[in-house]
């Protein structure tokens, strides 16, 4: 049974960093795609950031510059650093198991339960 457990999250002074780490378990993780979703109060779960399998990464407008998706195959996890954080990255900051088809990221709907990121002063 597939899962995943996030963990890094907490509060952080704007302009601050956190890295959140996914540990992932009954997953083929050395060939799986992941990515990192955020969902604000009242908003939608959108996209962060993905990496593939070979290490190929992309990152939504609003965090790209700034943050870093990364990948330890030897541990299972993936990472997600964030950098320079603005009050409006406050959000839940979810894991989520892909795939990539021609080129594209697809969720395969299976997530960790998030960590909280509160950045405020």
């Known amino acids: 049974q597939a899962q995943l457990v996030e963990s890094g999250g907490g509060l952080v002074q704007p302009g601050g960093s956190l890295r959140l780490s996914c540990t992932t378990s009954?997953?083929?993780?050395?060939?799986?795609?992941m990515g990192w979703y955020r969902q604000a109060p009242g908003l939608q779960r959108e996209l962060v950031a993905t990496?593939?399998?070979?290490?190929?990464?992309n990152y939504a407008d609003f965090v790209k510059g700034r943050s870093t998706i990364s990948r330890d195959n030897a541990k299972n996890t993936v990472y997600l650093q964030v950098d320079s954080l603005k009050p409006e990255d406050t959000a839940v900051y979810y894991c989520?198991?892909?795939?990539?088809?021609?080129?594209?990221?697809?969720?395969?709907?299976?997530w960790g339960q998030g960590t909280l990121v509160t950045v405020s002063s």
């Open positions: 990496i593939s399998s070979g290490g190929i990464t």
């Open positions: 989520n198991l892909g795939t990539t088809i021609r080129g594209l990221y697809r969720s395969l709907e299976v």
């Open positions: 009954g997953v083929g993780f050395s060939i799986a795609s």
